[in-house]
């Protein structure tokens, strides 16, 4: 029924630059917020880019700011994380959510997500 997949994940050096992007089917998420999360191996799954249902806010991890800029298409019912500036911590399984619930960074915001894609950095 409702799917989030992810594309775009891979290998990529050190200081190299990659887009994931998440497509959503089953539903519209017009009117959901969309976020990115992570997890690596051994941690807790972080809250990485976020984007509120209006597009008037977004939100993004202390480790990836500045980094990582989250993006929007209302029409294609997708979300892309251009990622850039990328160091081996960024190494993780990266997710899409997506959620009708106040709370951007909040896992608990969320009600969908996608089946995770890989993102490897090597140095």
């Known amino acids: 029924q409702v799917q989030l997949v992810e594309s775009g994940g891979g290998l990529v050096q050190v200081g190299g630059s990659l887009r994931l992007s998440c497509a959503a089917s089953g539903r519209t998420f017009t009117n959901s917020a969309m976020a990115w999360f992570r997890q690596a191996p051994g941690k807790e799954r972080e809250f990485v880019a976020g984007?509120?249902?209006?597009?008037?806010?977004?939100a993004y991890g202390d480790a990836v700011k500045g980094r990582f800029t989250i993006s929007r298409d209302y029409g294609k019912n997708t979300v892309d994380l251009q990622m850039g500036s990328l160091k081996p911590e960024d190494t993780a399984t990266y997710y899409c959510a997506a959620g009708d619930r106040h709370g951007l960074e909040l896992e608990r915001a969320y009600d969908y997500w996608g089946q995770g894609i890989q993102v490897i950095v090597s140095s």
């Open positions: 984007q509120n249902w209006s597009g008037t806010r977004r």
